[in-house]
């Protein structure tokens, strides 16, 4: 039986800090619809982002890169060329990369069999919800558009086969975030329902382990807790009275503001 470790705050501070120091450049071919809170969300923890999703483009960028991050929200023919020829040489080069399957489902075959056709480049890190992790290993799941109606506790056994299975970190996350290897498990509480009501939180935080895993590349399974961490506790700082517009915005200045965890 897997014992889960109930992640702390002084495991994150050096990766958080880490992060500022090396401001990763992270390739994000990503969805329509958050790339430009995504490139804040980069840039308020220190990293440097880049939009470039031309097929003409992708595989020199990967190249100088410190990460990629594919995203597959908004996909669409010509976005999956760019998706498969930057995973295959994010593979060639060991560029760490970070997979999204956002609303893979039964329902939405094209975009499910691209994610499981991308799993072939062995992604460092898998990011997605409960419903997205359960079918990537052939699970039934309940899916809502792009929110999961499944709990992140009845995925942790997909995810741990997943990460077995393609040999990589998984991090399944929800009320509570799970980041697994396959044999280790990081449980990570805290943050605020209203990360659920803002477009592109969860979008983000795939890019943000693409920072972090670049930033760390000795211990990426804490690396990538450590991101879901800062996001826990940036939602819980974050101002909530004012209503969503607000809160967003100050997600960002927490984030930006963060060194140290108290």
Known sequence: MTTIISFQADQAIPFIKQVRLQNPL?????????????????????????????????????????SLLINIGTIEQSSARSMQLAAHTAMMTKTPWVLD??????????????????????PTVIRGNAAEILTLVGQ???????????STEIALEAAKELASQ?????????????????????????????????????????????????????????????????????????????GLGTFAISLWDQLSLMETIS
């Open 101 to 122: 399957p956002v609303a893979v489902g039964e329902v939405l075959t094209f975009r499910t069999n691209i994610a499981k056709a991308l799993l072939s480049c062995y």
């Open 26 to 66: 992270v390739h994000c071919i990503t969805n329509d619809v958050v790339q430009n809170f995504t490139a804040n969300i980069l840039l308020a923890i220190g990293a440097s982002p880049a939009m470039v999703v031309a097929e003409e483009e992708v595989e020199s960028f990967v190249k100088i890169a410190n």
């Open 166 to 242: 393609v040999q990589t970190i998984v991090a399944v996350t929800g009320k509570v975030d799970y980041v697994t290897n396959g044999q280790q498990v990081y449980a990570i509480s805290g943050g605020d329902i209203a990360l659920t009501r803002v477009t592109g939180t969860g979008c983000s935080l795939s890019a943000m382990v693409a920072a972090f895993v670049a930033a760390t590349p000795d211990d990426r399974l804490t690396a990538t807790a450590s991101a879901c961490f800062m996001m826990k506790r940036a939602a819980d700082m974050a101002i909530h009275q004012q």
């Open 140 to 150: 039934k799941s309940q899916a809502k558009g792009v929110d999961s109606q499944d």
